[in-house]
């Protein structure tokens, strides 16, 4: 990375920053619920990053960083198409039928599959006993969560739509592994601006081969999904994330990373508050073991450099990543 260490930054600079990645990336899960009420998903999810990314691309290179090489360009065309295309995407698709606070729930468990796809790869790394304690609880929440409806009580989750936020946490996880090794720009910026690029034009590809072109109606659209649709742009792609990059670079991976688990808990509280989402028990049971998996996975890997601190939606992080590699929307 091109980030440098701030000298000793305020503590009320570190509160607003880190305040910006919890409320930003965690109030997004409601802010799509809202916008795909009269927005295609698809769509909307793809015009989200094609300007936030446009406009990210093209301030970075405003203020003079070198272009990209053709190779640069290759492999943000695949990062964007795993973390965003797919991982966003399923994200978006799964919240037309599964609340938002357990889509967002689902993704915090992004960290354990990236856990078990390092462990099951050529040569990968076997986690300590304090992750694979981590995995086995991850694993009783989700249960909890998404089992049978008699399971605890509470309605049943849509299991399509559970099955789609799975598989979008898969290659979210399966992207931020394989993009560790891929040779990007080195400054952040430039990669997040390219990748969201790219996962827009997938995106609006692929609402346009699911037929939402022809459902596109802009005189439907709502006050409140337009201005969800903007806060997505900036707030919770360009606000969040720059927030997150700079502190990469003047705090701990394990402090930044402390996003994963508290984005979850965002997400349930604003579903209730916003949505009207149920706050059942068996959510709030589900949501505070998944919460304490996700700690106990985080704080149980090796430690990293800040350049590569496994950190969600949207979505695992590293430092040279794009929004999409987070665990969040």
């Known amino acids: 990375m091109t980030e440098t ?11 607003a920053a880190f305040a910006a990645v919890y409320l930003a990336w965690g109030s997004t899960y409601a802010a799509i619920r809202i916008a795909i009420d009269t927005m295609p998903p698809l769509l909307m999810a793809g015009a989200r990053f094609l300007l936030a990314g446009t406009l990210l691309y093209a301030v970075m290179r ?6 990209p090489e053709r190779r640069h360009w290759k492999n943000t065309a695949l990062i964007g198409l795993l973390l965003l295309m797919l991982g966003n995407g399923g994200v978006t698709m799964a919240e037309r039928t599964v609340p938002s606070a357990i889509v967002a729930l689902l993704v915090a468990m992004v960290p354990m599959w990236m856990v078990l796809l390092e462990w099951l790869r050529p040569g990968g790394t076997r986690p300590t006993g304090r992750t694979l304690l981590g995995l086995v609880i991850g694993f009783g ?10 399971l605890a009580g ?23 592994i394989w993009s560790r090794s891929a040779a990007l720009p080195k400054n952040a910026l430039v990669a997040t601006g390219m990748e969201m690029l790219w996962g827009g034009v997938w995106l609006l590809l692929a609402g346009t081969l699911r037929g939402e072109l022809g459902a596109l109606d802009p005189g439907a659209f709502t006050t409140a999904s337009v201005l969800a649709y903007l806060y997505l ?16 670079g003047v705090s701990t991976p394990a402090l930044v990373s402390t996003y994963a688990y508290v984005n979850p808990i965002v997400a349930v509280l604003l579903g209730w508050a916003l949505l009207n989402e149920p706050l059942s028990g068996r959510v709030l049971a589900a949501a505070a073991i998944i919460v304490v998996a996700v700690a106990v996975i985080t704080f149980g890997k090796r430690p990293q450099p800040a350049a590569e601190a496994v950190v969600e939606d949207e979505g695992g ?7 999409g590699r987070r665990s969040a929307a």
């Not at 405003?62 to 272009?67: F, N, T, V």
Request: a neutral charge; zero cysteines; aromatic letters at 6%.
């Open 233 to 248: 742009v900036v707030v919770g792609s360009l606000v969040g994330f720059s927030a997150y990059i700079w502190l990469l």
């Open 5 to 15: 260490k701030t000298a000793h930054p305020s503590k009320a600079l570190l509160l």
């Open 141 to 150: 929440g989700i249960v909890l969560l998404v089992g049978p409806g008699s």
């Open 317 to 323: 992080v590293d430092g040279r990543g794009a929004e």
């Open 62 to 67: 405003l203020r003079g960083e070198p272009a």
């Open 154 to 176: 509470g309605e049943r989750v849509d299991p399509l739509g559970a099955g789609i936020v799975t598989v979008g946490a898969l290659a979210w996880a399966f992207g931020s």
